[in-house]
């Protein structure tokens, strides 16, 4: 699998571990560049460029990458995307509800520009993933959030248990 830390060993060195800083620029094909960078514990994904029928699943696929890494949540941080096409913004409750029972990471949208955020207020993808007008913004309220607990139990095997 291609994660955000096998990729990251891949230019320049960069650690990728959580709470670590630096940048990483994930391979999507043209016109979609994604970078992605640590905040704390909240990993910032980047996307620039135009979002087409093309580069919907490989948006799709890398953002679930960065979730499996399992950060404490996920922006997307829409400032440099462009989208013409208000149905490929479903890419986002997509990628939301596939990574929020595993890995259970929350993911969070911010900071689209004015056209972006047009398409974004006339669709129903503010119902499924939280949206917000600034980055800055998102991480404030992401990082008072309580943490997801996690509960781990054994299961003993018994005879009778055979299926």
Known sequence: MNGVGEMA????????????????????????????????RILVVRPGGQLTPGTYERLR??????????PAAMVVDLASMRAAIASLLTVFPTVCDRISDWPGVPLAL??????????????????????????SEALDDLEAAPRPRRHRCSCPATRGARG
């Open 9 to 40: 060993s891949r230019s320049a060195g960069l650690d990728a571990g959580v709470g670590a800083v630096g940048t990483k620029t994930l391979n999507v094909p043209s016109p979609l560049l994604l970078e992605a960078h640590f905040r704390g």
């Open 61 to 70: 696929d890398r953002l679930v990458e960065c979730a499996a890494e399992e």
């Open 110 to 135: 911010a900071a689209a520009p004015p056209p972006l955020r047009t398409l974004l207020d006339s669709s129903a993808v503010p119902r499924f993933v939280p949206t917000y007008h600034s980055l």
